[in-house]
């Protein structure tokens, strides 16, 4: 079974400074991984993912996230944030084909001015 | 853009009163799905629908839980008899081909 581990639930950072944001996962099988974002009160909203090929993947916002399958790892990452990047990040993980999105337990970005 | 919509965004209800949740998915999309996020908590697959019935479910779909999709475009989370612990934001998702899954807005359901 596959399972998702985001190890910082709360990362505060100073505007302009960069970020970055812990996705582990596990999972016996070649696996699609994505990020989402949520802003207060709205819904949730892909910000990148990977499916194959490049391990870099540029998400919306300036944000991107590298696939390591030695690690098993998808962090994401900024090099300066903005207070509008305030949000709840979720990395989620599945197996390839149509089976259903395993979420991690998400990462509060606070952006402090 | 193609987006999920969802009604009501949020609904307030008795503990024991049946609750329907509306979808509109992105019309070209084949799979269906609905998600919780209990406040505070990360978000829980309850249930995939494809080809008009239901492909995979997780333990939290329960015999108080259907869904269908009556018209071609709806699709209908049911909870047939509301407890207090089914509080959360539902969220309604679609894709084509399960590559990319987009998510509605959510509908907050209170229980009281």
């Known amino acids: 079974a596959q399972s998702v581990t985001q190890l910082d639930s709360q990362v505060p950072v100073f505007e302009e400074a960069p970020v970055e944001l812990r996705c582990n996962y596990s999972s016996s099988v070649s696996v699609y991984l994505f990020w989402y974002v949520q802003y207060p009160n709205q819904g949730l909203q892909l910000l990148l993912k990977y499916l194959s090929g490049s391990t870099l993947v540029k998400g919306i916002n300036g944000f991107e996230a590298e696939f390591n399958k030695s690690q098993t790892s998808f962090h994401l990452r900024k090099p300066s944030v903005h207070i509008s990047d305030t949000a709840e990040y979720f990395c989620?993980?599945?197996?390839?084909?149509?089976?259903?999105?395993?979420f991690g337990k998400g990462t509060r970005l606070s952006v402090i001015a | 853009e193609p987006e999920v919509t969802q009604t009501p965004s949020h609904q307030v209800t008795q503990m024991g009163q049946e609750v329907i949740l509306r979808c509109v998915p992105i019309s070209n999309h084949l799979y269906f799905y609905w998600y919780r996020q209990i406040l505070g908590q990360k978000v829980e697959f309850l249930v995939s629908f494809y080809n008009n019935e239901i492909s995979e479910k997780s333990e939290i779909f329960d015999d108080q839980f259907s869904v269908e999709r009556p018209d071609g475009s709806n699709f209908t989370l049911k909870i047939r008899s509301t407890k207090l612990e089914d509080s959360a934001m539902y969220f309604c998702?679609?894709?084509?081909?399960?590559?990319?899954?987009?998510f509605g807005e959510g509908s907050w359901l209170t229980v009281v």
């Open positions: 989620a993980v599945s197996e390839r084909g149509n089976t259903p999105l395993v």
């Open positions: 998702a679609s894709t084509v081909s399960g590559n990319t899954i987009y």
